[in-house]
């Protein structure tokens, strides 16, 4: 058995050296994340994996929209699962809706005056939620209408990012390269609800059965499959769901503070889709954080060890 080693900080030290400082301790959370940035960096460096990036919770206005953008960008991530609300997010800073730092303390009465709506420290203001409603039923009708007329999720994600003025939105970047962006609880965000109320009066029809062809697609042409689960809930299980046409994911990330106890899909190790024939090798890791602050110190070391 190996030894436990102190972690050594030195100043000027890189992202990849701090975490092969954790590497040398091996435990706890800082072996983890070493262990994460080892296998990340494995799928990235090795052209035979398709990777998918789930992500759940406020990721996107949390700060790592650019992340995933840039990921995209260099090939890196070969699909997204994300939920209705980080689509929606993407959008709304996409057409320079800004998302407000706040306070966790706030009095949400006060806010609700002011015109703000809360996400945790983040606030979003209500009139930038009313503009959203209105822009996005002007780029529902620059889609042709028999493009509306039985479209795939991901294909009306890559129709809405075309129309995008800003780089490093997520669904332009995915447009632009190919990369299709799932989202199969669409319906449950702001996005969702004025996809609906563009229906009523207008065509759309949206065929979600398209998303599953596409994306069993990149599951069967896959010679190697790996996955980066950001947070649990629908996309964790989605991609770990998918993975199981292959028999199972070859290399596995997930980063999430919730816990296994209750028995829920988002606090569960990864171990557990082992017995699922979601995950078919011992190549992946659990770690337990705040994706926010472990995924972009995972990426750093990860690009820096396969030198991208």
Sequence with gaps: ?????????????????????????????????????????????????????????????????????????????????????????????????????????????????????????????????????????????????????????????????????????????????????FSPGLLDSMLGMQLWMYSRLKKLVINPLLDFEKFSDLVYEARKAGAIILGGGTPKHHVLYMNTLRGGLDAAVQITTATPEDGSLSGAPLDEAVSWGKVKTDRFVTVHGDATIIFPVVVAAALELCGV
Excluded at 50 to 75: H, K, N
């Design 1 to 181: 058995m190996k030894e436990v080693k102190p972690i050594r900080v030195k100043p000027g030290m890189s992202v990849r050296e701090l975490v092969e400082e954790m590497e040398r301790s091996g435990v706890l959370g800082a072996g983890r994340v070493a262990e994460a940035s080892r296998i990340v960096a494995e799928m990235f460096s090795d052209r035979d994996y398709t990777v998918f990036l789930s992500m759940a919770g406020p990721l996107v206005p949390g700060g790592l929209r650019q992340v995933v953008s840039d990921l995209i960008d260099m090939d890196l991530v070969h699909a997204v699962v994300t939920t209705g609300a980080n689509v929606t997010h993407d959008i709304m800073l996409g057409m320079g809706m800004p998302i407000l730092v706040g306070s966790h303390r706030a009095d949400d009465r006060r806010l609700w005056r002011r015109g703000l709506s809360r996400i945790y420290d983040m606030y979003v203001r209500r009139v930038d939620v009313e503009e959203f409603e209105r822009r996005i039923w002007a780029i529902l009708d620059e889609v042709p209408e028999d493009v509306r007329d039985g479209t795939s999720i991901y294909g009306l994600m890559w129709e809405i990012g075309s129309r995008l003025p800003d780089d490093s939105s997520i669904l332009k970047k995915a447009y632009e390269k190919g990369v299709p962006v």
